[in-house]
């Protein structure tokens, strides 16, 4: 198999991955609907990280139209060989007690991650008022990004990308462990709530085509469906190879910009490469779910 087109950025009329002030967006989940509207999207996924709150609010209390449709999901964080590996959820109903179950169980997760986050960086001599980043959170799930926020707020870091270099990011004394549910478990939780589970963004795993073979195998084992192939900034090998795979054990094509804020031009809000032009696509399964 040979893939023809380009690997730029293009604009779709699907958006199946992308975030909200939820998690750990900057855009209201308002916000993230009124710009697909602007960027003339027919069909919005918002996956916020491990709930789909925004979604329910949305639904709720947002200012909805008739030709952009809005569709419940969710970045799941779990845990595959002791590696951290996240899988989008789509079409879940998120209203039903199974799925809340599911959040809570996030939640409780997230919570503890936060206190020790707090406790080890206070360790650190950094001022942290609990208080003050929660209410920046506005109850979104509490990460290192709304930590980070605060830093610069206080004056603490000169911007986000220097508290994640020295204190937040991989290796340093903010990369606390987080106890995520096994791949198998949040695959499993996706589907039986109604959902089309997706591994997301394979390339940034850093693993050896051997090592992501086994990932894919895995999670297909696990009963899921499909594969972010189409995504800003992956190598042109590895989504050949990618297709090729996706072709030879009928898995679905997927793919999205993984919008978290409008300054930033390589993950615009409905951009991303263009489908391949062989193998099944999971945009065609959705319509005709």
């Given at each position: 198999?040979?893939?023809?087109?380009?690997?730029?950025?293009i604009?779709h009329?699907w958006?199946?991955?992308?975030h909200?002030?939820?998690?750990?967006g900057?855009?209201?989940?308002?916000?993230?609907y009124?710009?697909?509207?602007?960027r003339?999207l027919?069909?919005?996924?918002?996956?916020?990280h491990?709930t789909?709150?925004?979604?329910?609010?949305?639904r709720e209390?947002g200012?909805?139209s008739?030709?952009?449709?809005?569709?419940?999901?969710a970045e799941?964080?779990?845990?595959w060989?002791?590696?951290?590996v996240?899988i989008?959820?789509?079409?879940?109903?998120?209203?039903?007690?199974?799925?809340?179950?599911?959040?809570a169980?996030?939640?409780?997760?997230?919570e503890?991650?936060?206190?020790?986050?707090?406790?080890?960086?206070?360790r650190?001599?950094?001022?942290?008022d609990?208080a003050?980043i929660?209410?920046?959170?506005d109850?979104a799930?509490?990460?290192?990004?709304?930590i980070a926020?605060?830093?610069?707020?206080?004056?603490q870091?000169?911007?986000?990308?220097?508290a994640?270099?020295?204190?937040?990011g991989?290796?340093?004394?903010?990369?606390?462990?987080q106890?995520?549910?096994?791949?198998?478990?949040?695959?499993?939780?996706?589907?039986?709530?109604?959902?089309?589970?997706?591994?997301?963004?394979?390339h940034?795993?850093?693993l050896?085509w051997?090592?992501?073979?086994?990932l894919?195998?895995?999670?297909?084992?696990?009963?899921?469906?499909a594969?972010?192939?189409?995504?800003?900034?992956?190598?042109?090998?590895?989504r050949?190879?990618?297709v090729?795979?996706c072709c030879?054990?009928?898995?679905?094509?997927?793919?999205?910009?993984?919008f978290?804020?409008?300054?930033?031009?390589?993950?615009?809000l409905?951009?991303?490469?263009?489908?391949?032009?062989?193998?099944?696509k999971?945009?065609?399964?959705l319509?005709n779910?």
């Amino acid at each position: 198999l040979t893939i023809k087109d380009t690997m730029t950025n293009i604009a779709h009329t699907w958006e199946m991955h992308c975030h909200s002030t939820f998690s750990d967006g900057t855009l209201s989940a308002q916000g993230v609907y009124d710009l697909a509207l602007e960027r003339q999207l027919e069909h919005l996924v918002l996956t916020d990280h491990d709930t789909a709150a925004g979604y329910r609010w949305l639904r709720e209390h947002g200012t909805l139209s008739d030709t952009l449709r809005l569709w419940s999901g969710a970045e799941l964080s779990t845990v595959w060989m002791k590696r951290s590996v996240h899988i989008v959820g789509i079409g879940m109903d998120v209203m039903s007690p199974a799925w809340q179950t599911v959040e809570a169980r996030y939640d409780q997760a997230r919570e503890s991650r936060f206190e020790r986050l707090l406790f080890v960086l206070r360790r650190e001599g950094l001022t942290l008022d609990e208080a003050a980043i929660r209410a920046q959170a506005d109850g979104a799930t509490l990460g290192r990004p709304h930590i980070a926020r605060y830093l610069v707020d206080t004056g603490q870091a000169k911007d986000s990308a220097q508290a994640f270099k020295r204190w937040l990011g991989n290796g340093k004394v903010g990369d606390v462990k987080q106890s995520w549910p096994e791949l198998e478990q949040a695959v499993a939780d996706i589907v039986d709530n109604g959902g089309w589970a997706v591994l997301a963004h394979p390339h940034r795993y850093k693993l050896t085509w051997r090592k992501l073979e086994q990932l894919l195998d895995d999670f297909t084992a696990a009963g899921g469906q499909a594969v972010e192939v189409s995504c800003p900034a992956m190598p042109p090998a590895m989504r050949q190879r990618l297709v090729d795979h996706c072709c030879e054990r009928d898995i679905l094509i997927g793919g999205g910009s993984d919008f978290h804020q409008p300054e930033v031009p390589w993950a615009r809000l409905g951009f991303y490469p263009q489908w391949p032009s062989l193998g099944p696509k999971l945009v065609d399964s959705l319509l005709n779910s």
